[in-house]
């Protein structure tokens, strides 16, 4: 009850932030609001807004990582991006910089031009949302 309940109002976030971002962009009225079902049948990844049309600038996903595992080292380049975590708890080392810890209720925020690596160093799966938007110059 409790997953279902944060999950509920993760989809809440992500359609507010598309509100937000889309009213504050050039292609106003090309997106729509609209709720996202949150359900990736079992995968490791479900990607949940693939930017423009959908969206004005915003990109999202939901990730199942198994204990150990990482992502891979890569970069946020002209993206900032927000990590919301779910369930589990991991790092997310900043290549030539610190390692944020993190677990589940928290939310991690990378800047632009950023490189990094998420690991799962728990002994569950990380269950994580990410979000990233085109930072403005």
Do not use: W
């Amino acid at each position: 009850m409790k997953k279902r309940i944060m999950l509920l109002i993760l989809v809440n976030l992500i359609v507010l932030a598309s509100i937000i971002f889309c009213q504050s962009s050039d292609l106003v009225g090309q997106q729509i609001p609209k709720v996202i079902k949150l359900d990736s049948a079992g995968k490791d990844y479900l990607r949940v807004l693939a930017g423009p049309p959908e969206s004005s600038t915003m990109r999202s996903g939901l990730v199942l990582l198994a204990p150990k595992k990482s992502v891979g080292k890569h970069s946020t380049e002209k993206y900032e991006e927000l990590v919301i975590i779910i369930e589990g708890k991991g790092e997310m080392a900043i290549i030539g910089g610190s390692t944020l810890l993190f677990a589940k209720g928290e939310v991690v925020y990378c800047p632009p031009n950023t490189e990094h690596n998420v690991t799962n160093t728990g002994e569950e799966n990380l269950i994580y949302l990410y979000v990233v938007a085109e930072a403005k110059n």
